[in-house]
């Protein structure tokens, strides 16, 4: 059974200053049991939400907190690199990584292979990686869209020895988000069906490259524009296990129905019969879907 996750990425959103607050708010309304939140704020903004997620208040039944993550990691562990941050910096701020976003691709011309190094210095410290593929409209239009998700996944992964799963806690270090390029922060979406199929593919792709279990540990995330009204949709496919969620998880109504939707489907895979159960009722805190999420 594999973990339902929610995770937020704030892009180049809030301060040090009105973080926390949100950091807050966002944790103690979504207190759903089963799932793994993780909240991706600016560099500056880790330790005021790290903190701010400290308190009693955002624990869900389960136990689990609301993890704080980074939305990039240099590839070298120190050195003469202006402006960066190495992943043994992040040491304390955060547990998880996103990396190969699009955005980083498009704005910092960050290729595969380097995105490989990212994820490697990012195990190495220890870091649960959130990568991310998707392939731009003209290519989905030409049905290249598994063509190209299957290249950015190799070009990522293939010959960095990063084979092993490394599962810690029922979880793998790898998360996978597929976000296809013009459905990120455009208000438009994938097809819960298109975007399954694209789950598939990735995980063949894993499963090509070696990946222990054929890649069927690994969760694959839906990224694009997901609300909470859109978010049903992609947790209806059991090929997708959460989702990674950009302009919409700035906003606390949002983030609420997000992870309450995402809670029933944890709850259903909890369930024998896969029938959801309301998160909560006796039996839910139970099972490796209870797992006490990382904490920075
Ligand atoms: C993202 O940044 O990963 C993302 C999916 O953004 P949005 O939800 O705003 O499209």
Not at 15 to 44: K, W
Not at 47 to 53: E, I
Not at 165 to 181: K, Q, S
Request: proline share 6%; hydrophobic share 45%; charged share 20%.
């Amino acid at each position: 059974m594999r973990h339902v996750i929610v995770a937020a990425n704030w892009k180049m959103n809030t301060t040090p200053a009105d973080a926390g607050e949100l950091a807050r708010t966002i944790g103690s309304r979504t207190r759903e049991p089963g799932v793994i939140r993780v909240i991706c704020p600016p560099y500056v903004c880790l330790a005021a939400v790290g903190d701010a997620l400290r308190g009693p208040e955002i624990v869900a039944a389960d136990g689990s907190g609301v993890a704080v993550g980074a939305q990039n990691v240099h590839h070298e562990p120190a050195g003469a690199f202006t402006g960066e941050i190495s992943a043994s910096m992040l040491a304390g701020l955060a547990t998880w990584v996103i990396v190969g976003h699009s955005e980083r691709r498009r704005d910092a011309g960050e290729t595969d292979p380097l995105i490989g190094r990212k994820l490697r210095a990012a195990r190495a410290a220890g870091l649960r990686t959130i990568l991310c593929v998707g392939e731009q409209l003209d290519e989905r239009e030409a049905g290249r869209a598994e063509a190209v998700v299957d290249a950015q996944v190799r070009g990522c992964l293939e010959g960095a020895g990063l084979d092993a799963l490394g599962v810690e806690d029922g979880l793998p270090w790898l998360t996978m988000a597929y976000e296809p390029v013009w459905a990120i922060g455009t208000g438009r979406t994938a097809r819960g069906a298109d975007a399954a199929a694209m789950a598939v593919a990735i995980r063949a792709t894993l499963a090509a490259l070696g990946m222990s279990n054929g890649g069927q540990d690994v969760p694959v995330l839906y990224g694009g524009s997901v609300t909470s009204g859109s978010i049903g949709e992609f947790l209806a496919e059991p090929d997708i296990d959460g989702a990674l969620v950009g302009g919409a998880s700035l906003k606390p109504d949002e983030m609420a129905g997000i992870v309450a939707r995402a809670g029933m489907t944890a709850a259903a895979r909890r369930t024998p019969s896969g029938e959801p159960g309301a998160p909560g009722e006796p039996g839910a805190s139970t099972g490796p879907g209870a797992l006490a999420a990382p904490t920075a």
